[in-house]
């Protein structure tokens, strides 16, 4: 063990503050629990409560969906089906067909990414949102987003952890990292400059880089930022 602080900002599996869990690690920005629990929660609410899953097949894919399918039983909801793919598929039509045929009201993109961006494009191009079916994209950033443009991206239903534009707070943060970028901050690089802040000052508290002391000094000290307020780091990690 090498005894060092992690922060995880854009890992997405709950194994990491589960099984997985280590005394140094930090899980910030999301999970996919929280990001099932967000998306899968909101959408059967509104009466979304059939689902078809493209999963991408790998840890992540895997737990997205299974922690989605998981809200879904338990709001009444049912799962009509699943599909794996492979990791940057070069092409979705067969899984799509598939996902349409189930007649599901919702299907739910457990992929990201390149992944998200081919799907998207590719249910639309096969009729799938002009046949009444909405598609939820599990995990998606703001750059996936103007990546596709509105034509593609309008209607999606998510869950994010930050937004550049919700408050004063997060426009000031993120102007400053426009006038760096050029671009506005998606919520993994927001949380990671959060996270990493947190350890700085946890650091410069404690008058030492000692993982163990630093780590107790950040589980104890309430997060209050542009990013997250009275957040605090639990004994797990998250």
């Known amino acids: 063990i090498k005894k060092k602080v992690m922060l995880f900002a854009g890992s997405a599996s709950t194994v990491l503050t589960n099984q997985e869990c ?9 999970d996919t629990y929280a990001l099932a629990t967000g998306t899968g929660r909101a959408i059967v609410e509104s009466g979304g409560d059939t689902w078809f899953f493209l999963t991408a097949d790998y840890a992540f894919g895997k737990s997205m969906e299974k922690d989605t399918s998981q809200v879904v039983n338990e709001m009444g909801g049912r799962v009509l089906g699943s599909i794996k ?6 092409d979705f039509s067969s899984f799509l067909l598939q996902a349409q045929a189930s007649k599901a009201k919702i299907i739910g993109f457990a992929n990201a990414g390149r992944d998200t961006q081919n799907a998207v494009r590719g249910a ?3 009729g799938l949102t002009k046949g009444g079916q909405k598609l939820a994209t599990l995990l998606i950033f703001d750059t996936d987003l103007k990546g596709m443009g509105l034509p593609l991206a309008q209607g999606l239903l998510f869950t994010t952890g930050f937004y550049w534009d ?3 707070e997060t426009r000031a943060w993120s102007k400053r990292f426009y ?3 050029q671009k506005m ?7 990671m400059y959060s996270a ?29 930022d542009f990013f997250a307020k009275k957040g605090r780091i639990r004994e797990d990690g998250l």
Do not use: C, R, W
């Open 179 to 181: 006038a760096l970028q």
């Open 196 to 224: 990493t802040m947190h350890y700085l000052n946890a650091v410069q508290a404690a008058g030492t880089d000692n993982a163990e002391v630093v780590m107790k000094k950040m589980k104890a000290t309430e997060i209050n």
């Open 124 to 126: 639309v191009e096969f």
């Open 22 to 30: 280590s005394p140094y690690g930090v899980h910030y920005v999301y």
């Open 166 to 168: 919700m408050n004063n």
């Open 185 to 191: 901050p998606t919520m993994v690089q927001a949380g």
């Open 85 to 90: 793919h492979p990791l940057n598929a070069s």
